[in-house]
């Protein structure tokens, strides 16, 4: 909503910091909530061509001073303090899918490494991704890490496009071409360590891999993370020989195994099974333990071999479908 006349003018009261470590607050902030300048700016009642002005320094281009939206901006964050937020899915199961991508999520951010890490639909991917996000960019509120997720979704991206992308999950500008992107990002990212994970990386072209390339080769050292199918891995075998530069930068490619059963039966035990034998008795809850967990296996094509693992993505909807039926049982009861 935005502020009203009233609240603008107490703002102005405040005692505001001057503008350039302004900046480095509403930076800062945007970073860590993933809020873009056109989500402050409705938040806060201004244009977003107005924020952008006022994050780059040519604010005097639309208004003879900056106190006013420099008080909208610190009033807002005030009103709104970062803080955690609770996914959908409740907490992290230790696996050996997450084990791996949290491994070398730290690895790449503490070290500006590059990976690439590959899997079957519904191995936790983006799940994990967000979490480690979460746990970086809000949790550690002052720390000088971040986290940053480019979804490359399907269709063909052009260089210029995936930029862009990159811009907007940063919380900067996608203003001008590939080199005034990137110049904004290493601005963006000195004196601390980022980390980028690609998703859905097996739609990025050569084109853009080797556009990206550049933000690992030079200062800051921006680590990278490549995560996707095995259509992912497929496609730098295919490319090996243009690829060279790449090939030679990664730390490690790895097969993520998907859950196995004991895995798949831990989760849904920690996740519903007390009330199951609360509501059934044991017996009763085990044979629907076994059911959702049997519900979510999955059998994929590999090497002309038939693989099976369990989906993580079909049973964790399964296990969020059980308990809305388990809580509506119970209320009705």
């Known amino acids: 909503m935005a502020l009203s006349l009233e609240e603008r003018r107490q703002l102005m009261a405040l005692d505001l910091p001057e503008y350039d470590a302004a900046v480095k607050e509403v930076r800062d902030y945007m970073a860590r909530t993933q809020l873009t300048s056109a989500d402050i700016a409705m938040r806060i009642g201004y244009a977003d061509s107005s924020i952008r002005n006022w994050l780059n320094g040519s604010y005097a281009n639309v208004a003879s001073h900056d106190t006013a939206i420099r008080a909208a901006l610190m009033?807002?964050?005030?009103?709104?303090p970062i803080g955690a937020t609770q996914h959908q899915q409740g907490k992290l199961h230790e696996t050996r899918n997450t084990s791996l991508l949290l491994k070398y999520y730290s690895k790449a951010l503490a070290n500006g490494y590059a990976y690439y890490v590959h899997g079957d639909?519904?191995?936790?991917?983006?799940?994990?991704?967000?979490?480690?996000?979460?746990?970086?960019?809000?949790?550690?509120?002052?720390g000088n890490r971040r986290v940053h997720i480019v979804y490359s979704r399907g269709g063909h991206l052009r260089p210029l496009d995936?930029?862009?992308r990159v811009a907007e999950a940063c919380g900067i500008a996608g203003l001008g071409n590939i080199d005034r992107i990137i110049r904004n990002l290493r601005h963006e990212f000195r004196g601390i360590r980022a980390l980028l994970i690609f998703d859905e990386a097996q739609h990025l072209s050569v084109e853009c891999l080797e556009v990206i390339r550049e933000l690992y080769d030079r200062p800051p050292y921006t680590g990278l993370v490549f995560q996707g199918s095995h259509e992912l891995h497929r496609n730098f075998i295919r490319h090996a020989l243009t690829l060279e530069q790449w090939m030679s930068r990664f730390r490690q490619g790895k097969s993520l195994p998907g859950l196995d059963?004991?895995?798949?039966?831990?989760?849904?035990?920690?996740?519903i099974g007390d009330m199951l034998r609360a509501m059934f008795g044991k017996k009763e809850a085990d044979a629907k333990l076994k059911k959702l967990v049997d519900?979510?296996?999955?059998?994929?094509?590999?090497?002309?071999?038939?693989v099976q693992y369990f989906q993580a993505r079909r049973l964790f909807n399964a296990i969020n479908e059980t308990r809305e039926a388990l809580a509506q049982r119970g209320g009705e009861a």
Do not use: C
Request: proline share 2%; net charge negative; aromatic share 10%.
């Open 162 to 164: 995936l930029m862009k």
């Open 75 to 80: 009033g807002y964050m005030t009103a709104h």
């Open 261 to 271: 059963e004991t895995e798949a039966w831990k989760i849904a035990d920690d996740e």
């Open 121 to 142: 639909p519904g191995t936790q991917k983006t799940w994990v991704a967000e979490f480690f996000q979460q746990r970086v960019n809000i949790e550690e509120a002052k």
């Open 295 to 306: 519900g979510s296996r999955a059998t994929v094509l590999r090497s002309q071999e038939k």
